[in-house]
C-alpha cells in the first residue's frame, strides 16, 4: 500500500491542475506580455487565473500578484515593507519558528541594521496575543508572522494584530505567511487588515513554480526582484503560465473550505485516538492544531529512522518539518519537549485524498515499527 502523508512538503496536483498546465505547454504557449494573439489569449488566462486566487480570498484581482512560489512572495513582502518604510523606524517583529524562507530575510534585515524581535511560541506551540501587544511600537515598521505553523499546525492570532498596529500607532505593514493556512482554514486579508500575504501553489494540488502575493489595495512596497515590469513591477519576469492555470484550476476543485476541513478533522481524530493507543506514541500538536498537521514522537526512535522504514513501507512523512533538515526543530523547542521527544518526532501532513484505510495501514505500521526496530 502507497500512502502520502507529507501534504505539507508538497501535495499531489490533482487532475484539473495537470490537464490545465498541458493544454497551456500544448496549445496556449504564448507570453502574456506579446503584443499578438498568442499573446492576448495568454494574457486573458493570466488575469482569469487573477480572478480565481483572488475570489478565493474575497479580494480584488487588482491586490494579487503571481510569484515563483511561497519562498518568493515572502522575500518579496518583507524586503519590499522594510525598503519602502525604513526611514519611519528599523523595528520588526516576527515570531522565533517561521519558516526559513522568512527568517532568513530576518536574519538579513538584522544584519543590515534593524532590530528584529522574535516572539517565541509558549509550550503549546501558540503565542499569545498579548506578546504581540508588548513587542509592537510607534518604530515597528514590519510584523510578519505565518497563519499556520508548518511543523505542529498551530493557528497563529494573525486576525486581531491590525488592532494593535493601529493602537500602537505604529506605521507597521502586516505580513502574513499564509503558505500552510491557504484553502484550509478561511483567512480574508481584507477582514483581518492583512497589508501583505504569501501563498504558494504545490500546497494545494497544483505544481511547484507558482505562488501569489496579495498586496492590499492602499498599499505600496519597493519591488525586490526587477526585470521587465511583469506583474506590475512587483515580481519581474516572463509569467510560469503552465503553472498558473494549474494554480487557479486547482484552486477552484478545491471549493468548499469548510468540508474538507471536517472531512480532514474526522480522519485526523480517528488516526490520533488509534496512534495514542500505542505505547511510546506521543502528540506533539496541541489540540487545537488544525487537523491537516499532526507531529508525534514515536519513542526511541529516531526521527530520520521513523522516516526510513516508513518509507521502506510505502508511507511517505517527514522528519519534523521538511526544510528543517539538521536543525533541531524551533516549534518543538519552544514548546520545551524534551531532546528525546524532538529527535524522535515526525509529521503527518493529510489531504482530502487520505482514507481510514490507510490512516489503519500507518497505525499497523508504526506498531511494527516499534516491535522490529526495538529489536536492533
Ligand atoms: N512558508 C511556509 C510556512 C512553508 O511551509 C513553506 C514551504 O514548506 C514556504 C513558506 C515556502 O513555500 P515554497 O515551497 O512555495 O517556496
Known amino acids: 500500500?502507497?500512502?502520502?502523508?507529507?501534504?505539507?512538503?508538497?501535495?499531489?496536483?490533482?487532475?484539473?491542475?495537470i490537464n490545465s498546465a498541458l493544454r497551456l505547454m500544448k496549445e496556449e504557449f504564448g507570453n502574456p506580455s506579446s503584443l499578438h494573439s498568442k499573446?492576448?489569449?495568454?494574457?486573458?488566462?493570466?488575469?482569469?487565473?487573477?480572478?480565481?486566487?483572488?475570489?478565493?480570498?474575497?479580494?480584488?484581482?487588482?491586490?494579487?500578484?503571481?510569484?515563483?512560489?511561497?519562498?518568493v512572495s515572502n522575500n518579496t513582502a518583507?524586503?519590499?515593507?522594510?525598503?519602502?518604510?525604513?526611514?519611519?523606524?528599523?523595528?520588526?517583529?516576527?515570531?522565533?519558528?517561521?519558516?526559513?524562507?522568512?527568517?532568513?530575510?530576518?536574519?538579513?534585515?538584522?544584519?543590515?541594521?534593524?532590530?528584529?524581535?522574535?516572539?517565541?511560541?509558549?509550550?503549546?506551540?501558540?503565542?499569545?496575543?498579548?506578546?504581540?501587544?508588548?513587542?509592537?511600537?510607534?518604530?515597528?515598521?514590519l510584523v510578519s508572522l505565518m497563519a499556520v505553523n508548518n511543523e505542529v499546525g498551530t493557528v497563529l492570532p494573525f486576525d486581531k494584530i491590525k488592532k494593535?498596529?493601529?493602537?500602537?500607532?505604529?506605521?507597521?505593514?502586516?505580513?502574513?505567511?499564509?503558505?500552510?493556512?491557504?484553502?484550509?482554514?478561511?483567512?480574508?486579508?481584507?477582514?483581518?487588515?492583512?497589508?501583505?500575504?504569501?501563498?504558494?501553489?504545490?500546497?494545494?494540488?497544483?505544481?511547484?513554480?507558482?505562488?501569489?502575493?496579495?498586496?492590499?489595495?492602499?498599499?505600496?512596497i519597493k519591488p525586490y526582484i526587477l526585470g521587465g515590469g511583469q506583474e506590475n513591477g512587483i515580481c519581474s519576469g516572463t509569467q510560469a503560465m503552465p503553472n498558473i492555470a494549474a494554480f487557479s484550476a486547482a484552486v477552484k476543485e478545491l471549493g468548499d473550505i469548510k468540508s474538507r476541513y471536517e472531512k480532514i478533522s474526522e480522519l485526523g481524530f480517528y488516526l490520533k485516538n488509534e496512534l495514542l493507543k500505542i505505547d511510546g506514541v506521543y502528540l506533539n500538536s496541541p489540540d487545537d492544531a488544525i487537523p491537516y498537521i499532526i507531529n508525534i514522537s514515536l519513542q526511541g526512535i529516531p526521527s530520520q529512522v521513523s522516516v526510513n522504514y516508513m518509507s521502506s513501507k510505502g508511507i511517505c512523512i517527514s522528519a519534523g518539518s521538511a526544510c528543517s533538515k539538521?536543525?533541531?526543530?524551533?516549534?518543538?523547542?519552544?514548546?520545551r519537549l524534551s531532546p528525546e521527544r524532538i529527535d524522535s518526532a515526525v509529521r503527518l501532513s493529510l489531504c482530502y485524498n487520505n482514507t481510514k484505510e490507510e490512516m489503519d495501514y500507518f497505525t499497523v505500521t508504526v506498531k511494527n515499527a516499534f516491535s522490529e526496530l526495538s529489536k536492533k
Open 1 to 17: 500500500m502507497q500512502v502520502y502523508l507529507d501534504n505539507s512538503a508538497t501535495t499531489m496536483p490533482c487532475e484539473a491542475a
Open 39 to 71: 499573446g492576448f489569449d495568454a494574457s486573458q488566462i493570466l488575469e482569469q487565473s487573477r480572478g480565481v486566487i483572488a475570489d478565493s480570498l474575497s479580494v480584488s484581482p487588482n491586490c494579487i500578484y503571481f510569484t515563483p512560489c511561497g519562498t
Open 78 to 141: 518583507i524586503f519590499g515593507a522594510a525598503n519602502t518604510l525604513k526611514r519611519r523606524g528599523r523595528k520588526i517583529v516576527t515570531t522565533a519558528f517561521e519558516h526559513p524562507s522568512v527568517a532568513k530575510c530576518m536574519d538579513k534585515l538584522s544584519e543590515d541594521g534593524f532590530d528584529v524581535v522574535r516572539i517565541a511560541p509558549d509550550v503549546n506551540g501558540n503565542i499569545p496575543l498579548s506578546e504581540f501587544e508588548s513587542a509592537i511600537d510607534e518604530n515597528t515598521v
Open 164 to 220: 494593535i498596529i493601529k493602537r500602537k500607532n505604529s506605521y507597521a505593514l502586516l505580513h502574513v505567511d499564509a503558505v500552510q493556512g491557504y484553502m484550509k482554514i478561511n483567512i480574508k486579508p481584507e477582514k483581518c487588515g492583512i497589508d501583505l500575504m504569501s501563498v504558494s501553489a504545490h500546497k494545494v494540488h497544483a505544481l511547484k513554480g507558482s505562488g501569489a502575493l496579495y498586496i492590499a489595495k492602499d498599499v505600496r
Open 326 to 335: 539538521g536543525h533541531r526543530s524551533e516549534a518543538l523547542t519552544a514548546m
